[in-house]
Nanobody
């Protein structure tokens, strides 16, 4: 059973920084894509960033230049370094891990960690 455990959320003032981490367990070998999504109150869940096993990244326009995603394939852990945080970054952040086997794609989700940015 695959489990994703997030850590590193919290409260910070605008302009501050936080680092989130997410450790994936329960699978032999590394995952395909890993990433982070977020959901603010009253809004839909949205992509923050993803990273492939090879290190290729995709970022939401709203976070480019401020947030960096990285991963450790040996530890099956994905990180989100967030700098210059803004109040609009306040949300529950969820990590994801994708497993692709032939034509089957399965996405696993973490339980979420709260990030609150005050002005």
């Amino acid at each position: 059973q695959v489990q994703l455990v997030e850590s590193g959320g919290g409260s910070v003032q605008a302009g501050g920084h936080l680092e989130l981490s997410c450790a994936a367990a329960g699978r032999t070998g590394s995952f395909n894509d890993m990433g982070w999504y977020r959901q603010a109150p009253g809004k839909q869940r949205e992509l923050v960033a993803t990273i492939t096993r090879g290190g290729n990244t995709i970022y939401a326009d709203s976070v480019k230049g401020r947030i960096t995603i990285s991963r450790d394939n040996v530890k099956n852990t994905v990180y989100l370094q967030m700098n210059s945080l803004k109040p609009e970054d306040t949300a529950v952040y969820y990590c994801t891990a994708v497993v692709k086997v032939l034509t089957t794609v399965r996405t696993y989700w973490g339980q979420g960690t709260q990030v609150t940015v005050s002005s």
